[in-house]
């Protein structure tokens, strides 16, 4: 159980930022105790592996935030973050995470579906609510999104259980920014639709007599 939710986590947090969690996951491979990947993904820890990620994850940093680029970036990481969520909760379902799971260590190809689903549901969440989430966070959205990786990543490794809590409140948040955001739309549309109203009416009012007998024949 604790080893799936590490798992999710990961996965979650691939749908995010697909590099933070892969650099966090070989980096404590490499340097801790804390995870042993198994041996077909024992390729994760290594100083390729790691410096290619760590060139990638500052590669979409930059690209995420720039106006008009992140929602391009978002188009090919639809492709990108579901494969690396399907690696990276293989490679934490299947290593000794607080505890061994023999289960997923048998069926590792079952790990990368599940990852795949969670990575791309995360990923789609975030695409699709993108323009709320900036205009709530003045545009600070994306740091947002990296800061709570990070957090996620750490806390699938370290503290499996908050996993559950944090997609919780992620999904709780990214929908009270939504419709917090329709709303704000809606309001915005209505007072617009007001003063347009008001202003033709004046308009009609200021109209000399003749003009408005001639509009009229022409209704």
């Not at 404590?28 to 993904?41: D, H, N, Y």
């Not at 106006?67 to 299947?94: K, L």
Request: aromatic residues 8%; positive net charge.
């Amino acid at each position: 159980m604790l080893a799936a939710l590490t798992g999710v986590g990961l996965s979650a947090a691939a749908g995010l930022n697909a590099f933070i969690p892969l650099v966090i996951v070989g980096v404590l491979a490499r340097f801790t105790s804390l995870i042993e990947l198994p041996s077909s993904l024992s390729w994760l820890a290594s100083w390729p592996a790691i410096i290619v990620s760590l060139v990638l994850l500052l590669v979409e940093v930059v690209l995420d935030k720039i106006p008009a680029v992140d929602h391009v970036n978002d188009i090919i990481q639809t492709a990108v973050r579901p494969v690396v969520g399907a690696v990276i909760f293989t490679a934490a379902s299947a290593a000794d995470v607080v505890e061994s799971s023999q289960f997923w260590q048998d069926h590792q190809w079952l790990g990368y579906i599940v990852g795949a689903i969670m990575s791309l549901t995360v990923h789609l969440g975030k695409a699709t609510s993108r323009t709320a989430i900036n205009a709530a966070t003045a545009g600070t959205g994306s740091f947002a999104e990296d800061a709570v990786a990070v957090g996620l990543s750490f806390s699938a490794i370290l503290f499996p259980w908050l996993v559950v809590f944090a997609l919780l409140a992620m999904g709780a948040a990214v929908y009270r920014i939504v419709t917090t955001g329709r709303r704000r739309r809606q309001r915005k549309a209505a007072v617009q639709a007001e003063s347009r109203a008001k202003r033709e009416a004046r308009e009609r009012e200021a109209d000399p007599w003749w003009r408005l007998f001639a509009r009229g024949r022409e209704d």
